[in-house]
């Protein structure tokens, strides 16, 4: 299987769904020509033209719906959001059309929306390019809402999502669209949106984690099974809505142990729905409390380099806390 870096998984998906299905286009913020300001794009607007691969205005909440209207109207828009960060004009057309619609039209009316979105911190993008917004958006019944933190899952997931009847959000961890690199089939494939994936299996202890901290959570599983002989699983969700309620209290029944990473902030933050599961359906299987590893409870990720790498947790900082929880 060919190598690709995470940008190109999610450009390839994209490329390999318009040649699909003629309903589907790509819809944001200087996504034509000039192929988006991380290139996810880069190329479609030569291969698709501008009435598949369409320039928008700076305006998120007409982005997001004129994608709704296409949907309703049976298309199959990608909507970009050029940052996570600005998807908060679109709010109510997110949580108060897109999601609802299904429902109150008693199934009548669909919304086969994709909502593609970079997020999280790590590129120096200070507070309005680094942030967090997926616990806003889990609480809203109606979304799906899937994060990758592979190449193989970033085309899979986003086909699926494509390919999905009602709204989903898709948000791209930034730092690693191009740090992240893995094999990726040539040929069609899919991945279901819902299960979880088992990064790494293990006996002693359980992390818990999505995007770029499922990435940093394997790492830092690897570092602490060389130096201290720990025998860590790790979790990566991918999907946070609907929630794999099953592989999670799966892993915390065989190890007794749960740590839960995200890079937002960490009160409230999506980390903490996954706590509550954990002690209400597992409490019996512990042997430790359940710890949450995230960033601080300021207002943002800092521009500066040292302060931002204070706020993000990384691969030692996850070692540390695995370290921790294992010596209860």
Same mark, same amino acid.
């Given at each position: 299987?060919?190598?690709?870096?995470?940008?190109?998984?999610?450009?390839?998906?994209?490329?390999?769904?318009?040649?699909?299905?003629?309903?589907?286009?790509?819809?944001?913020?200087?996504?034509?020509?000039?192929?988006?300001v991380?290139?996810?794009?880069?190329?479609?607007?030569?291969? #698709?033209? +501008?009435?598949?691969?369409?320039?928008? @205005? %700076?305006?998120?909440l007409?982005?997001?719906?004129? /994608? *709704?209207?296409?949907a309703?109207?049976?298309?199959?828009?990608?909507?970009?959001?050029?940052?996570?960060?600005?998807?908060?004009?679109?709010?109510n057309?997110?949580?108060?059309?897109?999601?609802?619609?299904? #429902?109150? +039209?008693?199934?009548?009316?669909r919304? @086969? %929306?994709?909502?593609?979105?970079?997020?999280?911190? /790590? *590129?120096?993008?200070?507070?309005?390019?680094?942030?967090?917004?997926?616990a806003?958006?889990?609480?809203?019944?109606?979304?799906?809402?899937?994060?990758p933190s592979?190449?193989?899952d970033?085309?899979?997931?986003?086909? +699926?999502?494509?390919?999905?009847?009602? @709204?989903?959000?898709?948000?791209?961890?930034?730092?690693?669209?191009?740090?992240?690199?893995?094999d990726?089939?040539?040929?069609?494939?899919?991945?279901?949106?819902?299960?979880?994936?088992?990064?790494?299996?293990g006996?002693?202890?359980?992390?818990?984690?999505?995007?770029m901290?499922?990435?940093?959570?394997?790492?830092?599983?690897?570092?602490?099974?060389?130096?201290d002989?720990?025998?860590?699983?790790?979790?990566?969700?991918?999907?946070?809505?609907?929630?794999?309620?099953?592989?999670?209290?799966?892993?915390?029944?065989?190890?007794?142990?749960?740590?839960?990473?995200?890079?937002?902030?960490?009160?409230?933050?999506?980390?903490?729905?996954?706590?509550?599961l954990?002690?209400?359906?597992?409490?019996?299987?512990?042997?430790?409390?359940?710890?949450?590893?995230?960033g601080?409870?300021?207002?943002?990720?800092?521009?500066?380099?040292?302060?931002?790498?204070?706020?993000?947790?990384?691969?030692?900082?996850?070692?540390?806390?695995?370290?921790?929880l294992?010596?209860?």
């Amino acid at each position: 299987m060919p190598q690709m870096t995470l940008i190109d998984a999610v450009r390839i998906a994209m490329d390999e769904e318009l040649a699909r299905d003629p309903r589907v286009f790509i819809t944001g913020e200087d996504v034509g020509p000039r192929g988006g300001v991380f290139r996810a794009t880069q190329g479609l607007h030569a291969k #698709y033209g +501008s009435t598949r691969v369409v320039d928008s @205005p %700076l305006a998120e909440l007409s982005i997001v719906a004129i /994608g *709704i209207g296409a949907a309703l109207a049976e298309l199959r828009p990608i909507c970009e959001i050029q940052f996570a960060d600005f998807i908060h004009p679109a709010f109510n057309q997110i949580v108060s059309e897109a999601a609802r619609f299904y #429902y109150r +039209s008693n199934g009548q009316w669909r919304v @086969p %929306l994709v909502i593609r979105a970079p997020y999280g911190g /790590g *590129i120096a993008g200070g507070l309005y390019h680094s942030q967090s917004v997926e616990a806003f958006f889990a609480h809203v019944p109606g979304l799906k809402i899937v994060v990758p933190s592979t190449p193989y899952d970033a085309k899979g997931l986003l086909k +699926s999502a494509v390919r999905d009847p009602n @709204p989903v959000l898709f948000f791209e961890p930034k730092k690693g669209y191009r740090a992240i690199k893995g094999d990726v089939p040539d040929t069609e494939y899919t991945v279901p949106i819902g299960p979880a994936r088992v990064a790494r299996q293990g006996r002693d202890l359980s992390v818990f984690a999505y995007g770029m901290m499922a990435h940093y959570a394997a790492q830092a599983a690897e570092k602490v099974a060389r130096e201290d002989g720990l025998d860590v699983e790790v979790i990566d969700l991918r999907t946070l809505l609907p929630l794999d309620k099953e592989a999670i209290l799966s892993s915390v029944k065989k190890t007794s142990k749960a740590l839960i990473v995200y890079e937002d902030n960490k009160t409230m933050g999506y980390g903490a729905e996954v706590a509550a599961l954990i002690v209400d359906e597992a409490f019996e299987y512990l042997d430790a409390p359940v710890k949450r590893l995230a960033g601080p409870d300021v207002p943002g990720v800092p521009y500066s380099h040292p302060m931002q790498e204070y706020f993000m947790p990384n691969p030692d900082k996850i070692a540390s806390a695995i370290r921790d929880l294992a010596a209860y």
